[in-house]
């Protein structure tokens, strides 16, 4: 039916307008073939969260296309690259541009074919709405409110020029958005019962860049009021005295203005969506630098940054994740930003990601319930001189997505995990699973699970040799308590040993059990004994679990 729309002439707005109808329908009738799953959710237990998808916790190994793949042209150079991954959940775009070209009208053609062809991979999704924000601008807006600037108003600088940027206080666009997204949810409703999209992201890395908040004579009104109660209370400011915006911040009254401004609009555009279809709803952050955050100005001011989450937990309630999008390659800032959004109120998402696949493991160690490369797709043939090209580990991801060269790092850790995925989800919502990867210049983790700790090791090069680290960080490893003396460990270039934390206590191995997970079950393939585990349990280049029992003497 894809294929039918895209041949039919340039101006049979009839016939388009009649397959458009057609595919629909075909959707709706295969989706009443289609068993109901429960509707995907957070839940939380003990301060864990789990992504509930088929009522079980769910780990998304996630990939996300390129900005302009999300377009029937462009899927085939999707899957092949998603399937080379081993990516379980591909984050794609759903473009306001074209789902809303005509006021009022809505075209679901381009997602119901995202729709089937996931489907078709045995893939779930996330829909990425770019709607009035993408990375600050107003740029996915349909061109009928392009061509109205004083309806669908732009933010204004302190110098009273506008920016390209949309402003969070135009009351037409709330409304346009919020209308378009309800119908995007609504649909979903109808001819997604088997649930293959699991999540939506409200709008793309919102905020502006060039001027910390709008000054339009809205915002001015606003910022010269009392800032509502929940919002002091949530950056914990004294009430006293109902004080504005500059009176309760100071220098970062700018930015937390703005983000108050973007996260009521973005929450509501959310609750309307929610109310059609109640998807769990997540927004992104282009983040401030973590290790050496400069003055407001410096970073996109009104998105989800470290220092507003509280602000956008009261202002948008309906977003239930705020996920960092975390390009950082460095390990300590990684992990740093990880620690900045691992909080009671908020579960571990990272809807963008670049750096080093190991990253994954500090993610698992928080407890994520999800992590997603970035530029994940075959749309672009290889155009980087050799000169250019980054000798570290590091994939530097404006310069190499969209190629095979910059998913092949992820192979390896995707087929690990895949097919385990949903073993590693649970034992992580129950608080049984630590994970960990290498940092530099540190050779050595332990890990404590009650009785027993679990040495982490990188570059033994022999039996009874001592660790010097790997030639690069390139190790990590997970390791889950399944009982009293047993424990499930993956990983890659590290070693790993128990030691009983009675000191007076000596560890053996039991039984080594090599395995390999089909259908998410561990099926046994062999015992490892002698040369291969004398030294302690070995991870390296291929993807190895193991089932390991301890005993003492
Ligand atoms: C972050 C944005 O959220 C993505 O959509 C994309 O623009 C990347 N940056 C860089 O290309």
């Not at 060039?210 to 109660?229: E, I």
């Not at 075959?378 to 969209?402: H, N, S």
């Not at 540190?442 to 030639?471: C, E, M």
């Not at 790993?496 to 191995?509: E, G, I, M, W, Y």
Request: net charge negative; proline share 7%.
């Amino acid at each position: 039916m894809r294929q039918s729309v895209g041949k039919v002439a340039v101006g049979s707005r009839v016939v388009i307008g009649l397959l458009a109808s057609l595919a629909a329908f075909a959707m709706v009738a295969q989706a009443a073939g289609a068993k109901d799953q429960p509707i995907p959710r957070l839940v939380r237990q003990d301060g864990r969260y789990a992504l509930m998808v088929d009522d079980a916790p769910y780990l998304v190994l996630g990939a996300e296309v390129n900005n302009s793949s999300g377009w029937p042209a462009m899927l085939p150079k999707v899957w092949p690259a998603i399937e080379y991954m081993h990516a379980n959940t591909v984050e794609i775009p759903v473009y306001w541009e074209q789902f809303e070209a005509k006021k009022g009208e809505y075209d679901y053609s381009l997602v119901d074919t995202i729709l089937s062809e996931a489907r078709a991979h045995q893939l779930r999704l996330i829909l990425l709405w770019f709607a009035t924000w993408k990375n600050g601008n107003a740029h996915y807006m349909p061109e009928w409110m392009k061509r109205e600037p004083d309806v669908y108003t732009h933010v204004i600088d302190e110098n009273g020029h506008p920016v390209d940027s949309p402003s969070p206080f135009s009351a037409a666009s709330l409304d346009a958005d919020s209308k378009a997204f309800a119908a995007l949810m609504a649909h979903l409703k109808t001819v997604d019962p088997q649930r293959t999209v699991i999540m939506m992201q409200v709008e793309n890395e919102p905020g502006v860049y060039g001027t910390q908040r709008d000054y339009s004579p809205a915002a001015q009104k606003l910022f010269s009021s009392a800032v509502p109660a929940d919002v002091l209370k949530a950056m914990n400011v004294s009430a006293a005295g109902s004080p504005d915006w500059k009176h309760a911040f100071g220098g970062e009254a700018e930015v937390n203005f703005h983000s108050w401004a973007v996260a009521r609009y973005i929450g509501q555009v959310a609750a309307a969506g929610k109310a059609a279809y109640p998807l769990p709803m997540f927004s992104n952050a282009a983040l401030r630098d973590p290790m050496t955050p400069g003055p407001a100005g410096t970073y996109e001011s009104g998105g989800a940054t470290d220092n507003v989450l509280s602000i956008w937990k009261v202002a948008a309630p309906a977003i239930d994740i705020l996920g960092p999008d975390d390009y950082q390659t460095d390990t300590a800032a990684y992990v740093k930003v990880l620690d900045l959004y691992h909080r009671d109120d908020n579960p571990i998402y990272l809807p963008e990601t670049g750096g080093s696949p190991r990253f994954l493991f500090f993610a698992l160690g928080r407890g994520a319930i999800g992590f997603s490369p970035f530029g994940i797709d075959y749309t672009k043939t290889l155009d980087i001189p050799d000169l250019a090209r980054p000798k570290d580990e590091f994939l530097v991801p404006w310069a190499r997505v969209g190629t095979k060269e910059f998913v092949a790092p992820f192979v390896p850790l995707y087929s690990l995990l895949a097919p385990m995925a949903r073993d590693v989800a649970r034992l992580n919502f129950e608080g049984k699973l630590q994970a960990i990867a290498e940092e530099p210049g540190k050779v050595t983790q332990v890990l404590h699970f009650g009785d027993w700790d679990a040495t982490v090791s990188y570059g033994i090069w022999a039996r009874r040799g001592r660790p010097v680290g790997n030639p690069q960080p390139m190790g990590g490893v997970l390791i889950a308590k399944l009982s009293d003396h047993e424990f499930l460990v993956a990983g890659f270039y590290c070693r790993v040993d128990f030691k009983p934390t009675a000191a007076d206590l000596h560890k053996q191995f039991l039984r080594v059990e090599e395995g390999t997970y089909q259908n998410g079950v561990f099926k046994f393939l062999r015992l490892l004994n002698g040369d291969q585990n004398d030294g302690g349990l070995d991870f390296n280049s291929v993807p190895l679990v193991l089932r390991v029992s301890v005993g003492t003497y």
